[in-house]
Each structure stands twice: as C-alpha cells, then as structure tokens.
C-alpha cells in the first residue's frame, strides 16, 4: 500500500467538483484507506474557483497538500488547470477537460484569455490527459456528467481502487433515477484513451 495519495481537484462553481471529491473520498475510504478532505469555494455560486484537497492513505494528519505534493491533479476547466498545476509534483499526472469558462476579467475585456495552454502542457515534462468532458457529456444528452466522466478518467490512474467500488460510491451519493446516466459517463470516461 502505498503511503499517501494526494488528489486536488479543481473547478468553476457549477461543474460538479465537490460532488466528485466527495465520490473520490468515498471509494477511497471504502477501499480500507484513512481519508481527509478539504474545499475551498467561496464565490464558486458565481461561477468562480472551486478546489478541493483529497488525501488518503494509511494515515493521514492534514487534509491540505503543500504546493509540489499534488500526484494527480483532475480538473474541470482549463484556466484553473493552469491556476493550481504549482501544486502537482514532479512526475504528477494532470486530467483537464478542455472546456474554457471565460472570468469576469476577460469578459469585461480587462485580459486575454490564454489560447494556448495545452501546448505548454505537451512541451513540459508532466503527464496529462485532456478530454472534452462537456463534448462527452452533452453525446450522453446531460452536460452535468462531465465530472463523472472525469472521474472515470482518473479510475485508471488509481488501480488501488477497484471499479466496482467506484461505482459503488456513484450510486451512494446519487439519486437512483441518476445512477443510469452517471455510470454511463464513469464509463465512457474510463475508456477514454
């Protein structure tokens, strides 16, 4: 068993973050792991920066990572991908969804968005994985799965968990009329290549 696994998970209010951290600290704790968990989403109601500590592990003290501690970093929009990657350490793994959430700052025209962000994932030394989550979800007629779909993104890279218990933890938190559609995308996700 490994010692600790840290996961930040990070987002624009609205994509469904915490809901899937909640679901990665289930199928962690449930798989026998101690888990500690932390948020951070104070305008996330409009539509600003959602994030959230996941570690487990034999034994975990302190919800929150340090800056370089980050073993996979799973993001829902390009732009906070780019705000928290200081956190993924070396040799990290990065799952982004492509999609782009415009800040009120480029809306208003005070900056630019940047275009060309995923170049400068492909040029560094990390390992990453973009998906367009909300592309994949709107094909399954819901855009509101796209955090599921990144979760089964990320299944592959902790085979400490099995598949099962991470569908276990999907229909736990879910409503029942939602466990179809939401294990469709935990699928879809993790066959995504």
Not at 16 to 39: H, P, Q, R
Request: aromatic share 6%; glycine share 10%; proline share 3%.
């Amino acid at each position: 068993m490994k010692k600790t696994f840290n996961i930040l998970v990070c987002g624009v209010g609205g994509q469904g973050t915490l809901l899937a951290s909640n679901i990665i600290a289930d199928a962690a704790m449930d798989s026998g792991y101690d888990v500690k968990k932390s948020e951070i989403h104070g305008m996330a109601q409009r539509g600003g920066s959602v994030t959230s500590h996941v570690r487990f592990g034999e034994h975990i003290e302190s919800p929150i990572m340090r800056k370089g501690e980050c073993d996979i970093l799973l993001s829902f929009e390009l732009l906070e991908s780019v705000r928290s990657i200081g956190f993924l350490k070396p040799g990290g793994t990065l799952i982004t969804n492509t999609q782009k959430i415009l800040p009120m700052s480029v809306s208003a025209g005070g900056q630019v968005y940047p275009d060309n962000i995923l170049d400068v994932f492909a040029e560094s030394s990390i390992k990453f994985t973009a998906i367009d989550a909300i592309g994949k979800a709107l094909e399954l007629g819901n855009q509101k799965v796209l955090n599921i779909i990144l979760l089964g993104v990320l299944s592959k890279q902790l085979p400490e968990i099995s598949v099962e218990t991470w569908e276990n933890s999907i229909k736990k938190l879910l409503k029942p009329k939602l466990h179809e559609l939401n294990l469709k995308a935990f699928n879809l996700g993790r066959n995504y290549n």
